[in-house]
């Protein structure tokens, strides 16, 4: 397990293992992980309780309270890392423990040779009924750490997690490592290629891949 301090009222993040979790911290995790993401975004196949991410990161407080957690997994086509979820307490929010996490996930990701970028989805909070000003605030904090809208995905959906056959819009950002600022055309389909494969097929509908295909603009991101 890898700690990081970062100063003495400030978040300690670790890098774990689902393994050595202890049955609080694990507990504390699914806790924190179904009040962020709704059902859309979770579902029973896809409890953080049962998965085996690649990598995993938990953040305490001073007083070593499981505050936030984040995890990623390998995408092999396109050498990428997709940041599958990071969420932080509510009461916890404002305190510096999401910036700490994503400052811990490139310190550990830049060394990891086989790793091009990270790559995340956020929901679009143009196209998310109801325009809650906390989504445009959440691709905001993604693009302050670096992370770029894919541009040729501006119409791009995740197969709703919850509802097989739905649709959930989504932004898809891109944050480099080392000299990959930008995920170019084939990079794209590489990382839809492997997020339908490893991670959505059992919940998309026929086609949902060549159809988010389809739509990619013919542009340089």
């Known amino acids: 397990m890898n700690e990081r301090g970062t100063g003495p009222d400030l978040p300690t993040v670790r890098r774990r293992e689902w393994r ?49 957690f984040a995890t990623a997994l390998s995408l092999p086509r396109s050498r990428a890392a997709y940041l599958e979820y ?8 404002g305190s510096g423990t999401g910036a700490a996490l994503l400052a811990a996930i490139v310190d550990d990701l830049e060394a990891e040779s086989s790793v091009r970028g990270i790559v995340l989805e956020v929901e679009d909070p143009i196209r998310t009924p109801g325009r809650d000003p ?12 670096g992370a770029r809208r894919v541009a040729s995905l501006d119409d791009y959906s995740m197969p709703d997690l919850a509802n097989p056959g739905g649709l959930v819009p989504m932004v898809v950002l891109w944050r480099g490592i080392r000299d990959n600022p930008v995920l170019d055309r ?28 389809n739509r990619m603009k013919h542009v340089v991101p």
Not at 24 to 30: C, G, I, L, S, T
Not at 134 to 145: D, G, H, P, Q
């Open 20 to 68: 050595t979790l202890s049955p609080a911290d694990r507990r504390q995790v699914e806790v924190i992980w179904e009040e962020a993401f709704p059902p859309a975004e979770r579902s029973e196949h896809d409890s953080v309780s049962r998965r085996n991410s690649t990598w995993l990161w938990t953040a305490h407080s001073s007083d070593d309270r499981l505050t936030g």
């Open 134 to 145: 906390l989504l445009a605030r959440r691709v905001a904090f993604y693009e302050r750490w």
């Open 86 to 93: 990071l969420a932080v307490l509510p009461s916890e929010r």
């Open 186 to 213: 084939d990079g794209v389909v590489r990382v839809l290629t492997d997020l339908y494969h490893g991670y959505y097929a059992h919940a998309a509908a026929e086609g949902h891949l060549q159809e988010m295909l």
